[in-house]
């Protein structure tokens, strides 16, 4: 026997017989499981998720949830085919040992593995005051009980909601509010809505959108803390210029974190930034070698993006957990030539204010900006953002039906500014700078360092920073 014909007797019999283990029972988890058996895996397949449910869909939760028109119990993702798989849930993952290749689960289980899938995303940054964000009436928004406990806070028609934080979700929120009726103060640290996702000038229009439609907004400042009552209830919020703000519901809107954790001593390239992988799904160890045995797909995963100069990006959108989690399946049980890429243009959608808002590519790559159609009078737009006299991302208001358009362009490395289609072009094609914020320094992360001199010997290793 050759050694290709080996190695290929070794694949039929991982595809027949193996043992594939994914932890995160979401989005990606999901798809991964059914492209996995649609590929003809027979093995046995087990998937871990520590949320008690099966697998939910998210952005539901801060659009028809809270309005009340769906319950949050009502957003199970529908089945693509059925799924034959040991489902553990309700019970996390706490470690990786990829030496005797095992997942440790929380109740003390041990679940072995050939091939393991990643797909742990992100949950919400907290207040960081651990006492304030206990007081009742504060929440965050992430999982489908977080929806379920906030709708009933919103349908209990409260005098005022503070969101904090303006990104998509934060305004997500604060239009429902508006919706309902809801008197609403969103207090942004940056300079307008939506600043670190589209920019500046696409915020002010959003800042504009936000107070046409009766919203508080109050930008450049930040809450310092908050205030509850004998009874710890949240009752008043101090910004950092003095004022106070009084409400009886507080949704901190602060991002998201990677749940990594369970990562920590595995070796793999695991931080705040995600888990380092390529861009097929096969997860870098600490030296940034790539693994063959683990892959990470969903907002967990930061691959090279050949659009985007091969920067490690980290894409918290639905279609990336969709399509990343269908490219790692189908690696897993096959082998070279065979791999396929994760090559998704990213693209995100919102719902806020009446207006559809939707991007293609990756906005803050840009550093200009030029509305090329519609009105933004009329909040009816689209505008495309350059980098180096190349189109890299597009953003549609209620002109959604154009993106494919944009999008088409960025994938053939268009120029900026791009030849705009159809008829409503505005007077004004002038690029101007599309205004992103500085990106922060990061500070409580760990560093990696470099040990050993010999080449054989030489290797990097995380050391928390100590304050
Ligand atoms: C409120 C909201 C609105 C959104 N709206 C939009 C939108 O309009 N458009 C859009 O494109 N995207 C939107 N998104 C983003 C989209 O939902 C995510 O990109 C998608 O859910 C990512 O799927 P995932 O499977 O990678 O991660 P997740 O959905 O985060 O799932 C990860 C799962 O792993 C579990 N897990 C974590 N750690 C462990 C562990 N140690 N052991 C076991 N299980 C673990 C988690 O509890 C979770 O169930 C929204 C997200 C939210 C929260």
Known sequence: MTLRATVEELVREFRANGRIVIVGASLAGLRAAETLRAEGFT?????????????????PLSKQVLKGWVPADHTKLPRMREVDADWRLGVAATGLDRDTKQ?????????????????????????????????????????????????KALAESPSRVLVIGAGFIGSEVASVCRELDI???????????????????????????????GVDLRCGLGVSSLEGDSGGHV???????????????????????????????????AGFWGVGCDAGGR???????????????????????????YQFLAMEHWDNAVLG?????????????????????????????????????????????????????????????????????AVTFDHGKWLEYYGKLIEQSGPFPPPPPGW??????KPVPAEFPDPRVPTAIPDVVLTGHAPSERTAEFRPRRH
């Open 325 to 393: 989690a269908e490219v790692a399946a189908h690696n897993m049980v096959n082998l070279e030539p065979n791999y396929r890429p994760h090559l998704l243009l990213p693209g995100f959608w919102s719902g806020q204010f009446g207006v559809n808002i939707k991007s293609v590519g990756v906005p803050p790559f840009g550093d200009e900006i030029v509305f090329t159609q519609g009105s933004v009078e009329e909040r009816r737009f689209a505008a495309a953002y350059g980098h180096g006299g190349r189109i890299v991302a």
């Open 183 to 213: 008197p609403v103060t969103v207090v942004e640290r940056g300079s307008a809505p939506l600043v670190g996702a589209l920019g500046g000038v696409i915020g002010e229009i959003a800042a504009q959108m936000q107070r046409e439609h």
């Open 424 to 429: 409503d072009q505005p007077p004004d094609m």
């Open 43 to 59: 093995g046995s397949l087990t998937i871990i998720g520590d949320e008690p449910y099966e697998p939910y869909d998210r952005p």
């Open 235 to 269: 009752r008043r919020a101090h910004l950092s210029d003095g004022t106070t703000v009084d409400a009886d519901v507080v949704v901190a809107s602060l991002g998201s974190i990677r749940n990594v954790e369970w990562l920590e001593g595995s070796g793999l390239a």
């Open 283 to 309: 997860a870098f160890d600490i030296n940034g070698v790539v693994t063959d045995s683990i892959y990470v797909a969903g907002d967990v995963a930061r691959a090279p993006h050949v659009l985007y100069e």
């Open 103 to 151: 997942v440790r689960l929380a109740d003390g289980e041990q679940v072995p593995y050939d091939r393991l899938l990643i797909a742990t995303g992100t949950r919400a940054r907290q207040w960081p005051n651990p006492s304030e964000a206990a007081l009742y009436g504060v929440h965050t928004i992430r999982s489908r009980d977080d929806a379920a406990q906030l709708q």
